[in-house]
């Protein structure tokens, strides 16, 4: 089932799921949307009226050995009815967050009772943040048991403020003055605005520190590693800005009124938000993960090309829902893509989604 399916991004996710066959429960708050949106598609698929702000409605639309997508955001304040009901029935759950204090509740909060209850919750399972665990995976394959930091940098080459979807901006606006965090001598750390040049392609990219799902993904699975770094390279000249501003953040997130005032200008453009493509020129995009040793000294780097993020989590959303329902899922609890998929069957699914791999050294 999609919840959020009549959003700019649950409508790409349910025409990725048609296009592969599949044919989702449409859910939402909306009765009228939801049947339009049903009449408009090119199969016949049912839907039911589900409102995260009423979390018995969630409820009541999830059983057990289900699968849930979630892009029902800002995240941080309606993302919690979703997990909840998905880990009371003992279902999958799947979502597009990139809220990076949502991503770190899925993982610390809501995943110890997942497991128990035998659900699997696998929160930011879109363009933020499956290629980067892609990628740092690869590149610490290759690298061997040597590595104990990798860094992961996120680049788009198009006009990224036309392009975002309304979610997207009010997930933005939603966080902005959030604390971040990051994962240093073996455990997660509260940071703020840290940035990084990263040298592929043959040109200089420029990144600014954000909290991912890689923070949380990458060490249980590489015991040797005691720092993750995550990076956001999606304001070209602005990056140092943007890291100026992420420091500000605290000092100005405890001015009186700041975090409501940000807070209601998110909900004012998720007012806005429709299933209409965002206008225009599709962007294009490279991740890249480099692995390093104790020295300083890079052991190997990986790459991914892709194309547009927004199209790119509609289907390798699909692609992973699909597997899911088909038992596809490895363990239970809060898990990481490759975790949930293994690495070798992930890195196919993302290359169908339209990224493809190309380690670099």
Known sequence: MVFGATGFTGGLIVDALLAIGVRPLLAGRDRARLDALAASLPAEVPTAVADARRPESVRRIVGPGDVLVSSVGPFVR?????????????????DTCGEPMFIKRVFQRYGPAAATRGAALLTAFGYDYVPGNLAASLALRKAGGEAVRVDVGYFLSGNIARRASAGTRASVLGVALDPMYGFREGRIVREQGRTRVFHTGGRRRHGVSVGASEHFTLPPAHRALREVNVYLGWFGGLTRAAGLLARAAPVIAALPGAKRATDTMAARVLRSADRTRPAGRPLTSQVVAEAYDARGRLLASAELDGGDPYDFTGRVVAWAAATALAGG???????????????DLLAQGCAEAGFAARETG
């Open 329 to 343: 899922v490895r363990g239970k609890g809060a898990l990481g893509p490759v975790d949930a998929f293994g690495l």
């Open 78 to 94: 309606m993302g919690d009815a979703a997990v909840t009901a998905v880990t009371e029935a003992g279902a999958t759950y799947l």
